[in-house]
């Protein structure tokens, strides 16, 4: 049976790429109801959220990251590909450039980030692997298969936002290990994981990071992301495609053994 599978969209993606056809839905959810869209994609019914709201209205604090999974989880996804629009810290990424997560650096606070506990349980869930390995190589086959460059090994820096980081935070970050900055994607992996749903991040890149480029503005990122949409249209539509089986997998195991 094919997996039903969820898309979450950053900045400047406030349409899915490639869809055919979108019907509006409110899906309520123990934070408050959320907005979602049912669209056509590849052939198939797909479950779409644009994280910033359609009017980019939302700030990266305040969006319901618990609300936004457990919608897509009530909705029957089982596999989730996000797109996380990020400041690269590599010079080979540049503006532009699609790269896959792997690891995550967060410093947020003031957020939401866990369900638990819930239903009277604790659980202690693993993230070793933060972002689902068989939807990494299900993604890097069709890009392969597609000629699209798409990138991997990254690992993300979460920031809170909504303004941009000091040349000193970016300095830190690189010294830390990380790759590229966004504000969006921790904790959503993370929910992702308490569910048992598979994630996949998509870093977009629409800029260089502070000090790596004079300055950085909305006007830039915003275009830069948009330049990505022909590309990024023809990867999703291929997955849904092209992977309608998942199998077995770790990620749905998340919970076996996270209770004490």
Request: glycine share 10%.
């Amino acid at each position: 049976m094919a997996a039903r599978t969820g898309f979450i969209t950053g900045t400047g993606l406030y349409t899915l790429p490639g869809v055919t056809e979108s019907r509006p839905r409110e899906v309520e959810t123990p934070f408050g109801a959320v907005a979602v869209e049912l669209a056509t994609l590849g052939g198939a019914e797909v479950v779409f959220i644009p994280r910033h709201g359609k009017g980019h209205t939302i700030s990266p604090r305040e969006i319901s990251y618990r609300g936004n999974v457990w919608a897509m989880r009530a909705l029957g996804v089982e596999r989730i590909l996000a797109t996380s629009v990020s400041g690269s810290m590599v010079p080979q990424w540049g503006p532009g450039a699609l790269v896959l997560v792997e690891q995550f650096l967060n410093f947020t606070s003031g957020r939401s980030d866990t369900y638990y506990p819930m239903d009277g349980r604790l659980a202690h869930v693993d993230v070793t692997e933060p972002y689902c390995p068989t939807l990494r190589a299900q993604l890097q086959a069709c890009a392969r298969r597609h000629g699209i460059d798409l990138a991997s090994g990254a690992t993300y820096a979460c920031m809170n936002g909504p303004r941009f980081e000091t040349r000193a935070e970016v300095e830190m970050v690189r010294r830390l290990g990380g790759h590229l900055l966004g504000q969006t994607n921790y904790p959503e992996c993370v929910l992702a994981r308490e569910l048992a749903i598979c994630y996949a991040t998509v870093g977009v890149v629409s800029n260089y990071a502070a000090g790596m480029q004079a300055a950085v503005t909305a006007t830039e990122v915003a275009e830069n992301v948009r330049k990505c949409g022909e590309a990024l249209a023809e990867l999703f539509a291929a997955f849904v495609r092209e992977e309608p089986a998942h199998g077995d997998c770790a990620c749905r195991h998340a919970l076996d053994h996270a209770e004490l």
